[in-house]
């Protein structure tokens, strides 16, 4: 009986360390916005989205239901933002104030030139601005090239911190 005792727990044991990885939970948006990349002026970023968890969610692309990279972008003052990328799948780009905060999303695009393509164009204020490229929906997700450019435009009459009227709500979420 002991010996059958032994080969159960053994077995169990096997079981459980072979679970897939997939049956692990998912890491939040938070673990996400402690290990984002600095996104720098004039820079080329080339990433991925494959196995990349759904961890934060947009106002466009129908939510952008895919895994997300998260890159962090220093303001040392006001300026103009051209954030650009292009991707093997059906793209989304998005920009924060507050990385693991949905309501404070400041601007989306999911379709600039085609599905392939998204870009936006604004005005920030000095600070921490957090940049997300997703993907549309659960099967978006692949190869992408991101570029960003900067243009000083001085002082600026401080804003809330979530943004202008147009993103001062949480984006709906799906009912199923």
Do not use: K
């Not at 720098?40 to 129908?62: E, F, M, N, W, Y």
């Not at 085609?114 to 993907?135: C, K, P, Y």
């Not at 549309?136 to 401080?158: A, M, Q």
């Amino acid at each position: 009986m002991n010996l059958i005792r032994r080969v159960s727990i053994i077995l169990a044991s096997l079981l459980v360390l072979s679970a897939p990885v997939a049956s692990q939970p998912f890491p939040s948006t938070a673990d996400a916005c402690r290990r984002v990349t600095p996104l720098l002026d004039g820079s080329t970023i080339h990433g991925s989205t494959s196995g990349l968890p759904d961890r934060a969610h947009a106002s466009c692309a129908r939510q952008a239901l895919s895994g997300e990279r998260v890159y962090a972008l220093h303001l040392d003052q006001a300026a103009h933002v051209s954030l650009r990328v292009a991707a093997d799948y059906d793209v989304a780009l998005y920009v924060r104030r507050d990385c693991g905060d949905e309501v404070s999303e400041f601007a989306c695009n999911d379709d600039l030139e085609d599905t392939r393509h998204a870009g936006i164009d604004l005005e920030l204020n000095a600070g921490t601005w957090f940049v997300f490229v997703d993907g549309f929906d659960s099967e978006s997700s692949g190869n992408f090239t991101l570029s960003v450019n900067t243009w000083s435009t001085g002082p600026r009459i401080p804003r809330s911190p979530w943004g202008p009227a147009v993103a001062n709500r949480a984006p709906s979420r799906p009912t199923s």
